[in-house]
């Protein structure tokens, strides 16, 4: 087990850094520069601006000297917002993002994992087909077309809830945009879940406990539900990722100050150490989830820590 | 039968509506009604009424969603393309090949892709064509894998193994033998990338990075209707269910065929 996640830890690192260089790359084969505006500078101030923020210098020494200073914390300035750098953009956003996504995460294992289930009990039964007809409908749901829906609903049409706005945080402007990000994740892991029990319940382990005389739900939750949670686990993954993408959404429909809505308006205005420096962090971040994920599969299934 | 073609049935239904309805339409999606700003639904020559500046959504709704289904085929059928030629050669080839090549697509899962994709929109510029291309090459990875898993399922079966003994060569095994029998599974899954595709399309036009004015698509409209529904909730509510009802239909047609077929 310790072999597994070291090796994977150590794949780790090319693939981070295969993403530092390609979008570095990338963002530098654009046509367009953060430096032209309507006016078009002279050719000194030009000069001496590229100088000053390393724009000179053979592409291959901009990309080392740029996973240096990433090494070190440092994603440099920030070329839109300024006075700000790219560290201090992620550390205002990233807590508030991180917020909305993991109570959303929270939120759908919580929702998907009951549903998926209450429907494996209830297999051909109108629980079930009620349950995965509801877990379809979600997951085709597009967050930016629930997210607007819930405002006209629950803030504009009932005046429950406030339509948009941080607050610090408050549970109140919370509720709607996480209930929005989880949703369809919710739908994805009730499915993962109610085919992952189907299965486990067929396994030779269930027979024993059922064997041995124990009352159904304690085969379930004690016996069949840890197995069963292993696609659920191999999801993790991709549903970070897509939290995180989701959570771009979210924060541009609820005015959210989190890192996602940053990253937009960089994209837009073609603000390269904020795209850059939020895809690096993006991509650590969803490297690590599926780190968690490979402990997961130990825990939840003994078989697989012998591999 | 009957019940289970429904799903495609209501898509090709949208999609022939787009396709032939915008023409006989007093309206175009971007001529400005100068008369009739803001029009409520059923106003007199505009069924669905106008949006903020006065142009009929009627025409829009209807050629947005011509431009996202034509993006989102598109970008399928890309992917579709590159899916099945990496996974067919890594399938084939098997050993070092096979294990090179699926690395690559386990290292570019793991990519934040929706990231990528918005980057390579920031990089070159924000045209219809690359949103996509830049789409479809990101979401051949599954397809990779189902055919590659396909194709090394195949490759034990005896017409395969009598082929190579009757000593065609690869190229005619492959194209000849192996991918029409991949072409069931290829098409689930390509019924499931499209409303992948329609989601990603719709999700950058509505950040402004994707589809650009004065064409428009369902996630552009959605965008508009969203910043004017405390006004006119349908401008919202119409361009955000028939998006809705195209992913669903076409999930729901793709998971039936891909059950249908693994069986």
Not at chain 1, 10 to 18: D, H, N, S, V
Not at chain 1, 167 to 192: D, R, T, W
Not at chain 2, 12 to 35: F, K, M, Y
Request: with cysteine; net charge neutral.
């Amino acid at each position: 087990m310790r072999a597994l996640l070291l090796r994977r830890l150590l794949t780790a690192i090319p693939t981070l850094l295969g993403v530092v260089i390609l979008s570095f790359v990338l963002m530098r084969l654009a046509p367009g520069g953060p430096f032209d505006g309507e006016r078009a500078l002279d050719e000194d101030t030009r000069a001496a601006l590229d100088a000053a923020y390393g724009l000179d210098l053979p592409l291959g020494e901009q990309i080392i000297l740029y996973i240096g200073r990433i090494l070190s914390g440092d994603f440099g300035p920030s070329l839109v917002y300024q006075d700000f750098t790219v560290s201090e953009l992620i550390a205002q956003g990233l807590p508030n993002s991180l917020t909305i996504g993991g109570l959303a995460l929270l939120l759908a294992c919580t929702l998907g994992i009951g549903g998926g289930v209450w429907a494996a009990v209830r297999a051909g039964r109108w629980q079930d087909e009620a349950i995965m007809g509801t877990a379809t409908l979600l997951t085709a749901l597009p967050v930016f077309v629930t997210g607007p829906l819930f405002v006209l609903m629950f803030a504009l049409g009932l005046g429950w809830l406030p339509v948009s706005g941080w607050e610090a945080g408050s549970p109140s402007h919370l509720i709607l945009p996480v209930v929005a990000l989880a949703l369809p994740f919710a739908g994805a892991i009730a499915k993962l879940t109610r085919a992952g029990l189907a299965r486990a319940l067929n396994e030779d382990h269930v027979r024993t406990a059922r064997a041995r005389g124990l009352a159904e739900r304690q085969v379930i939750a004690r016996h069949a539900l840890r197995p069963a949670l292993v696609p659920v686990a191999s999801y993790l993954g991709p549903a970070a990722a897509g939290l995180l993408t989701g959570a771009v959404i979210v924060e541009t429909v609820f005015a959210l100050p989190g890192l996602g809505r940053y990253f937009v308006q960089g994209a837009l205005n073609r603000d390269y150490p904020l795209v850059l420096g939020v895809v690096t962090l993006y991509a650590g971040l969803i490297i690590l989830f599926n780190l968690v994920a490979d402990i997961l599969y130990g825990w939840l299934d003994p078989r697989m820590r012998a591999e | 039968m009957t019940r289970s073609r429904l799903p495609l049935l209501i898509v090709a239904i949208i999609a022939i509506a787009a396709l032939i309805v915008p023409p006989l339409l007093p309206w175009t999606h971007s001529a400005i009604d100068w008369d009739a700003v803001r029009a409520p639904l059923f106003a007199p020559g505009h069924l669905f009424g106008t949006d903020t500046v006065g142009r009929d959504l009627l025409a829009r709704t209807l050629v947005g969603t011509r431009v996202t289904l034509a993006v989102a085929l598109a970008a399928a059928l890309v992917a579709l393309v590159i899916g099945t030629v990496w996974g067919a050669i890594a399938g084939w080839y098997g050993g070092k090949v096979d294990e090179a090549m699926m690395r690559l697509v386990d290292g570019l899962y793991a990519l934040p892709f929706m990231f990528v994709v918005i980057l390579l929109m920031v990089v070159f510029g924000r045209s219809i064509i690359l949103v996509f291309i830049g789409i479809g090459a990101v979401e051949w990875l599954t397809m990779a894998r189902v055919v590659r898993g396909q194709v090394i399922a195949l490759k034990e079966r005896p017409f395969v193994i009598a082929a190579e003994a009757a000593g065609a060569p690869s190229s005619r095994i492959l194209t000849g033998h192996i991918l029409p029998n991949v072409a069931g599974v290829a098409l689930a899954y390509l019924l499931l990338t499209v409303p992948q595709v329609v989601m990603v399309e719709s999700f950058l036009s509505f950040l402004g990075l994707g589809v650009q004015e004065p064409l428009t698509s369902l996630g552009i409209l959605v965008k508009e209707g969203a910043d004017d529904m405390d006004l006119q909730p349908h401008a919202l509510l119409i361009p955000g269910g028939v998006l809705v009802l195209i992913i669903i239909c076409l999930t729901i047609a793709g998971e039936r065929l891909r059950d249908r077929l693994s069986r």
